[in-house]
């Protein structure tokens, strides 16, 4: 199984934008170089589920067999508002660095408690220019005025803070991204799913699935 590019800032445990009209995206993972870059990550339709055995078309490599474990973690997105953000809540926020030094959110995840800590930090994501990731707590949220790129009046102003004792101020704007990440199971796996994930080869040549994102 060939290794794919991630899908961008939409993304299982780290998915990237490369065509996000074809492969919507899923949450960030971590920083590049970090302990799942070794994983060999797919994305496609699921053609079966017999037991532990996930068969994926995959857009890469055709046709692959997967297994399943009681490690891999599933996890689906659901449309989320301004209203499910509140003080603590963990987030991955997709940046661009604006002319005036802000950093305006193309996408922010909404992580569940059990995804606390995912890919913590502060760190450029992608191969576009000004563009960067950001994993960590909301500290404040503030409901004001700030005005978005075009005149648009701008939605709320997070400050993230991440391990090291950093923190970064995202501006939110209505055309922001907003998803909620929800935990799920292999019983809610069906044929014609879309998917996206990453598997860890093992030593008779199979690959093990550690994260599977359930594309909307």
């Not at 960590?136 to 400050?159: D, E, F, R, Y």
């Not at 996206?196 to 093992?202: E, K, L, S, T």
């Amino acid at each position: 199984m060939r290794v794919a590019t991630w899908l961008s800032a939409s993304t299982v445990l780290l998915i990237s934008v490369a065509a996000q009209a074809q492969n919507p995206p899923g949450p960030p993972a971590g920083p590049p170089g970090g302990p799942m870059a070794n994983m060999q990550r797919f994305n496609g339709t699921i053609e079966s589920v017999d037991g532990k055995t996930l068969k994926v078309k995959s857009n890469e490599a055709g046709s692959i067999a997967l297994r399943l474990t009681p490690d891999t973690r599933i996890m689906t997105r659901e449309k989320a508002t301004p209203a499910d953000i509140g003080a603590n809540t963990f987030v991955g926020c997709t940046a661009v660095k604006q002319a005036s030094g802000e950093l305006q959110a193309t996408e922010c995840h909404i992580f569940p408690e059990s995804m606390r800590g995912v890919g913590e930090g502060h760190y450029p994501w992608g191969n576009a220019a000004d563009t960067t990731m950001t994993n960590g707590a909301v500290a404040t949220m503030t409901n004001g005025s700030v005005q978005a790129a075009g005149g648009n009046a701008g939605g709320p102003l997070l400050k993230i803070g991440y391990k090291g004792g950093g923190e970064q101020n995202i501006q939110v704007t209505p055309k922001t991204e907003l998803t909620k990440i929800v935990t799920g199971d292999a019983a809610t796996l069906k044929p014609g799913m879309r998917v996206g994930g990453a598997a860890r080869p093992g030593a008779d040549g199979g690959a093990d699935v550690m994260m599977l994102n359930v594309m909307p």
